[in-house]
């Protein structure tokens, strides 16, 4: 059964801390692996990676991927209240997106 | 930029009525899709859709739903008796050549 794993479910942090969520994943025709952000509706695509070992960066988010360990981890920087959200991350099977459950993460001023 | 919509974006229906989603993918995508997530629970797929056929459809999507792009803008989901287990948030996605799903704001559909 494909699987995606998100860790941990929730996290609260202060405004200028560094997070790392983290994704692992099991799935029998993986093609790439997406994190989302999910305020109060519709996932908001962030990244998308499919190459082991390259980083994407945006601001303050990066994310790398490892297709060896099957695992993704996605990176905060100086968090800010306007990061406190659910991410998602997902993984491109085929012709379906499997989500994982979610990260809540909520930064405090 | 371009984004995906979706009318309505809250439908409430009796159970056992037949309610028809909408959405408007990105205009120069070619594969579109249906989400759900219900409350609480995680975003699962339902139906992957291109060149005007279903190309993947998961067990949840069984005989009561059906999908159509009848012109060529919009893409439809159809629930033709819905159960009060329907009720959730029903997401559309497209994307072009490449894997990057974008998502639509959501129908919220409650069934009572």
């Known amino acids: 059964e494909d699987k995606v794993v998100q860790s941990p479910l929730s996290l609260v942090v202060h405004e200028g801390d560094t997070v790392t969520l983290n994704c692992s994943y099991e799935v029998t025709n993986f093609r790439s692996l997406l994190w989302y952000k999910q305020e109060k509706k519709a996932p908001t695509f962030l990244f998308m990676l499919t190459s082991s070992g390259i980083e994407k960066k945006s601001g303050r988010l990066s994310s790398i991927l490892d297709k060896k360990e099957l695992f993704s981890i996605l990176n905060i920087t100086a968090t800010q209240t306007g990061d406190s959200a659910v991410y998602l991350c997902?993984?491109?099977?085929?012709?379906?997106?499997?989500f994982g459950a979610g990260t809540i993460l909520r930064v405090k001023s | 930029e371009p984004e995906v919509t979706q009318t309505p974006s809250h439908q409430v229906t009796q159970m056992g009525q037949e309610v028809i989603l909408r959405c408007v993918p990105i205009?120069?995508?070619?594969?579109f899709y249906w989400y759900r997530q219900i409350l609480g629970q995680k975003v699962e797929f339902l139906v992957s859709?291109?060149?005007?056929?279903?190309?993947?459809k998961s067990e949840i999507f069984d005989d009561q739903f059906s999908v159509e792009r009848p012109d060529g803008s919009n893409f439809t989901l159809k629930i033709r008796s819905t159960k009060l287990e329907d009720s959730a948030m029903y997401f559309c996605?497209?994307?072009?050549?490449?894997?990057?799903?974008?998502f639509g704001p959501g129908t919220r559909l409650t069934v009572t």
């Open positions: 205009s120069n995508h070619l594969y």
């Open positions: 996605a497209s994307t072009g050549i490449i894997y990057e799903q974008y």
């Open positions: 859709f291109y060149n005007n056929e279903i190309s993947e």
């Open positions: 997902a993984v491109v099977n085929g012709n379906k997106l499997v």
